[in-house]
């Protein structure tokens, strides 16, 4: 399972919550080419690769983030407002499958629905 999602949009919490029922990876991925090498990389090992992005509108994400103490005046944080603005942005592709709208769930909501998906099949 990887767990996508742009800074700020929870992705590694969501993959600390999952972590201790499941295999999985937190990455931000908006490079699709990186995205399929991965995937591959991974099905290699396990054939059931299931593809879970996050997402959220860039407001909320920049709200987020500015939560934890980022300062958007900072070369670090000007850097993870790019990044965040432009994993929005591409996440927004049917190529980043499974789509998992976020803006309005804790974390602990969306590894539980993360956790269902997968109990679905």
Do not use: K
């Not at 407001?59 to 670090?76: K, N, T």
């Amino acid at each position: 399972m990887l767990v996508n999602g742009g800074f700020g949009i929870g992705r590694t919490t969501v993959a600390r919550l999952l972590r201790a029922r499941l295999a999985g990876s937190a990455m931000a991925f908006s490079n699709l080419a990186y995205l399929r090498e991965r995937t591959a990389g991974v099905a290699r090992f396990d054939a059931r690769v299931r593809h879970f992005c996050l997402t959220a509108p860039f407001p909320v994400v920049r709200a987020r983030l500015e939560e934890r103490g980022l300062d958007p005046a900072s070369s670090a944080g000007a850097w993870q407002l790019r990044r965040a603005a432009e994993c929005c942005a591409a996440h927004r592709a049917p190529e980043f499958a499974e789509q998992l709208p976020t803006e309005d769930m804790s974390p602990t909501d969306v590894a539980a629905a993360i956790a269902a998906r997968l109990a679905e099949g």
